[in-house]
């Protein structure tokens, strides 16, 4: 597979993380980036470029200069194999779990039993998964195993539940009703108005990813995707949607790119809710058998935005560095950054808490894009 890029050289734009909430942001702030147009791109490909800092948005890839940016972006990964969701996070699967299983959002458990019998069913491999036996210390412990039990109310596993929930993962592609969603959500959570298409098209369905197969070891179960490439993740309700993730199947991570939802299920932290579903899919694709898949990258974390530091949330992560892209992990670059603007966990000396220059800019601006 030959990936071809048409390169875009420096760009420079203002800054949407550090303006105040509800203003345009002004010159003072700029980010300053590489860019390509990707014509058509490898899974392995993508994954080398997304680790030397690199994102797709559409067929644009971009790479932010950290050091000449008011508000550095670091990307960030998260171990899946590691992570174990915390006391507030199992509590938003079980609370979720509850209103589809039970109907009204009432305190009654599920019972732990449903969820132990489905852990084998779809996720327990006695090869490669050994999973340590619920705890004896009483229900609460039995109650929630990791990550059976983001499927625990799906119709494709549960026992007469209420409501019919289904989520399906399809190569990323264009409807009216994906289409209609986004633009409620735009609307409602953005208070941006998108009566046309053609930019959901341009950023959240075209791909430059070429689909490859994944190589299991075993035949994965169904709800597994067969290939590398651009999905669509798409939760239904009673048959409506509601919710939709835009995500990267590659080589070594589940890359997510973009997620919108119905606002009226916003009391649920969708958005949450979708990250851990995310983290599960790459932990359930190394657990049948591809073992090159480890990590749920969430995009670019943000240590001076307050609103971007919810990535943080999900432990253990690490941070890329910006100038050998080795990983350092989030507890010990977060007190790099927060004495310092630009951080370099690598090179200590590097560090500096100077603003952004801003000459320079204009002679960026000036190198003509090609071709
Ligand atoms: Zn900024």
Redesign the pocket.
């Known amino acids: 597979m030959i990936s071809i890029v048409a390169p875009g050289g420096y760009s420079s734009s203002s800054?949407g993380?550090?303006?105040p909430a509800g203003e345009r942001?002004t010159e003072d702030?700029?980010?300053i980036y590489a860019s390509c147009t990707a014509l058509q791109l490898s899974c392995a490909v993508y994954q080398q470029m997304i680790d030397r800092n690199w994102r797709r948005s559409g067929t644009w890839c971009y790479r932010p200069d950290l050091k000449r940016?008011?508000?550095p972006l670091y990307t960030i990964k998260l171990d899946v194999s590691e992570f174990k969701p915390s006391k507030s996070q199992r509590k938003l699967v079980n609370r979720w779990n509850r209103f589809v299983m039970n109907g009204a959002d009432e305190d009654v458990a599920m019972d732990p039993r449903c969820v132990v019998d489905l852990h084998q069913r779809i996720v327990e491999r006695p090869t490669l998964y050994h999973s340590q036996p619920a705890r004896a210390k009483g229900k609460k412990a039995a109650e929630f195993i990791w990550p059976a039990a983001i499927h625990a109310s799906e119709q494709a596993f549960a026992e007469e539940p209420v409501h019919d929930f289904q989520v399906e993962l399809e190569p990323s592609s264009y409807t009216q009703e994906k289409f209609d969603l986004y633009r409620r959500y735009q609307e409602d959570i953005h208070n941006d108005h998108k009566d046309n298409p053609s930019g959901f098209k341009r950023f959240l369905v075209s791909s430059p990813l070429r689909p490859e197969p994944i190589p299991y070891m075993h035949e994965p179960p169904a709800h597994l995707p067969k290939q590398y490439g651009s999905y669509h993740q798409l939760y239904r309700l009673d048959g409506k949607l509601i919710a939709m993730s835009i995500v990267d199947i590659l080589p070594s991570c589940v890359s997510s790119v973009y997620f919108v939802y119905d606002k009226s299920w916003e009391n649920y932290s969708m958005g949450k809710l979708s990250a851990l579903r995310e983290i599960s899919l790459a932990r359930e694709i190394r657990e049948a058998g591809v073992t090159s898949m480890g990590y749920l990258y969430l995009g670019y974390y943000v240590h001076?935005?307050q609103k971007m530091r919810y990535k943080g949330e999900y432990s253990p992560s690490y941070l890329a560095d910006p100038i050998t892209y080795g990983w350092y992990p989030l507890d010990q670059c977060k007190k790099v950054l927060d004495k310092n603007r630009y951080a370099c966990f690598s090179i200590p000396e590097a560090c500096t808490n100077e603003p952004a220059p801003s000459e320079g800019r204009e002679t960026i601006l000036a190198i003509p894009h090609w071709p």
């Open positions: 800054c993380y550090c303006s942001s702030t700029f980010r940016s008011c508000c001076s935005c």
